[in-house]
C-alpha cells in the first residue's frame, strides 16, 4: 500500500520593491499642501480651511485680481495682470530718474525670499526667479495704486481701474482675501526703496492702505492716523489691527466658565436692552445697567467679505488674537431670526445695505459655523457673564417679561388696557349686586 504524500506548501509572502521604493519616497517629501513651517507664527498666509469654503466660497475667491502665488495664472484674472505689468513701467519710469530700476527691485527683494515662502502654509512650486518677479510685479502694483489713490501720483487719464466703478469696488475686496496676499514686509521694502525724496515726508504705507479701505469704510481721518506707524502681517491684518482697542485684552481665569448669552428676543424679555455705542471701533461692546451698548455698523458685502476672511485668519494662525471670531460669536448669540435684525437696525445699531434681514441672520449664523471659540479667553467674557447673572437676577425678570407680553406694542398695551377694564367693570358688577344683602336697614 502507498503511503500519502504529507508535505505541505506554504507560500512565503514577499515585499514588493516598487511599493517599498515608493513608500520610501512618501516618506522623504515633505509636505505640500500644508509645510511643516504652517505652524510657526511666521506663517500667516492660507489657504481658507474647505469647510468654511464650502459654506460661502464666494467669500474667499478674487473676482478680478490675483496677488501671490495660490491663484497666480488663473485665466479668468487675466485682464488685470495685464495692467499689473502697466503699473509696475509707471513705477520704474519715476524711479529709474534717481538711478532705480527693475533689477534694483529684484535685488531687494532676493534677501527675503526664504521668509517671504514660509509666510506660506503651502509650498510654493516656483523658482527663485519665478517667485521674485511674482512678488515685484504684484507688489510693485499694489504699493503704485495705493500712492495714487492717496494722491501722491496722478492716474493716466481715463485708467479703467479708477474710472470703471465697477473695477475699483472689486479690488477693494479682492486685496482683502486672506488667499490673496503678499506678507506686509515685502510690500515694506518695495514702498520704502521706491520712495522719492519728496515723499520722505509723506504718509507711510500704513496710511495709504488704509485710505485706499476707507473708500467704503468712511471712518474718520483722525482715527487712521492713529494707525499711520501700524504692522499687520498683511494688508488684511493691517485692517483688522486698526479695528482692535489698544485697551484690549483677552480673558482671565479667575472667573467661572463662560457661557454664552441667549438671543435678543429672550433678552428683551428679560429687560435687557441693546442700544447704539459710540466708540472708535465696532468692537468696543459693553454692558451696564443691563444695557448691550453696541456701536453702530454697516452690513455690507465689504464688511462680509472683511469678517469671513478674518476669521478664517484668526482659526488658522498660531498667535492670532481672536477679536472678530469673538466679535461674529457674539452676534450669532444675539441674532436667531430676521426680528432680531430687525430690532438691531430698529435700534439704529445695524445698518443693512447687504439684503433682507432674513439673508443677514443667515449670514451671521454661518459665519461661525466650525470655527472652534473658547468663551473663557476671549475679550467679551467678562460682558458674557455680566449679562448671563443680570438675565439670572429673578424679579426684574419677571417684570420685563409681563412689560415685555403686555407692553411692547401699541396693540398688545391696548389690549391688556381692556382686559384691566373688563376686570374692573366685572368687580364693580359683583359689588353692587352684593352690596344691598349686606347694607344695614
Known amino acids: 500500500m502507498e503511503e500519502k504524500n504529507s508535505d505541505v506548501v506554504v507560500k512565503v509572502w514577499e515585499i514588493n520593491k516598487e511599493r517599498l521604493a515608493s513608500m520610501q519616497q512618501k516618506i522623504s517629501e515633505e509636505p505640500r499642501l500644508m509645510s511643516k513651517t504652517a505652524g510657526r507664527s511666521s506663517c500667516c498666509i492660507f489657504r481658507v480651511p474647505r469647510r468654511l469654503v464650502e459654506i460661502n466660497d464666494r467669500s474667499y475667491q478674487p473676482h478680478i485680481i490675483s496677488i501671490g502665488p495660490y491663484h497666480r495664472g488663473q485665466p479668468r484674472l487675466r485682464m488685470i495682470e495685464e495692467h499689473k505689468w502697466r503699473y509696475l513701467g509707471s513705477l520704474i519710469a519715476r524711479t529709474q530718474a534717481h538711478g532705480l530700476g527693475l533689477e534694483d527691485y529684484l535685488k531687494a527683494l532676493h ?5 517671504a515662502r514660509e ?5 510654493i512650486h516656483l523658482d527663485t526667479h519665478d517667485f521674485l518677479e511674482m512678488m515685484v510685479l504684484d507688489g510693485c502694483f499694489i504699493i503704485d495704486f495705493f500712492r495714487k489713490i492717496g494722491k501722491m501720483h496722478p492716474f493716466e487719464l481715463d485708467d479703467p481701474l479708477v474710472s470703471m466703478s465697477w473695477v475699483f469696488s472689486f479690488f477693494l475686496r479682492d486685496l482683502l482675501l486672506l488667499e490673496n496676499q503678499l506678507p506686509f514686509f515685502v510690500l515694506e521694502r518695495l514702498f520704502d526703496i521706491t520712495k522719492m525724496p519728496e515723499e520722505e515726508s509723506g504718509p507711510s504705507l500704513a496710511s495709504l492702505a488704509l485710505g485706499f479701505f476707507n473708500n467704503t469704510l468712511l471712518r474718520p481721518e483722525v482715527i487712521l492716523q492713529k494707525h499711520s506707524d501700524l504692522k499687520g502681517k498683511h494688508l488684511l491684518d493691517l485692517l483688522r489691527l486698526s479695528f482692535i482697542p489698544e485697551e484690549h485684552e483677552v480673558g482671565i481665569h479667575d472667573h467661572p466658565p463662560t457661557h454664552l448669552i441667549h438671543c435678543v428676543s429672550k433678552l428683551r424679555k428679560a429687560g435687557i436692552r441693546l442700544m447704539p455705542g459710540k466708540s472708535d471701533s465696532f468692537l468696543t461692546v459693553k454692558f451696564r445697567n443691563g444695557v448691550i451698548e453696541m456701536p453702530p455698523v454697516t452690513i455690507d458685502d465689504f464688511l462680509i467679505c ?21 466679535y461674529a460669536t457674539l452676534l450669532d448669540c444675539l441674532i436667531n431670526t430676521a426680528k432680531d435684525v430687525e430690532y438691531l437696525c430698529d435700534r439704529n445699531i445695524f445698518e443693512n445695505y447687504f439684503g433682507t434681514d ?7 449664523n454661518n459665519l461661525g459655523k466650525d470655527v472652534t471659540f473658547d468663551a473663557d479667553n476671549c475679550y467679551l467674557s467678562k460682558l ?9 437676577n429673578g424679579w426684574h425678570v419677571q417684570l420685563a417679561g409681563m412689560k415685555y407680553t403686555y407692553f411692547d406694542t401699541p396693540w398688545s398695551f391696548i389690549s391688556a388696557f381692556a382686559a384691566f377694564l373688563l376686570l374692573l367693570l366685572t368687580i364693580a358688577q359683583t359689588f353692587y349686586t352684593v352690596y344691598p344683602y349686606f347694607r344695614p336697614r
Open 111 to 115: 534677501p527675503l525670499e526664504t521668509k
Open 119 to 123: 509666510s506660506y502654509s503651502e509650498i
Open 306 to 326: 472683511f469678517f469671513q476672511n478674518c476669521v478664517a485668519f484668526e482659526l488658522c494662525h498660531k498667535d492670532c488674537t481672536k477679536h472678530i471670531t469673538t
Open 358 to 364: 432674513s439673508e443677514v441672520a443667515r449670514f451671521i
Open 384 to 392: 458674557f457673564n455680566d449679562v448671563n447673572e443680570y438675565y439670572r
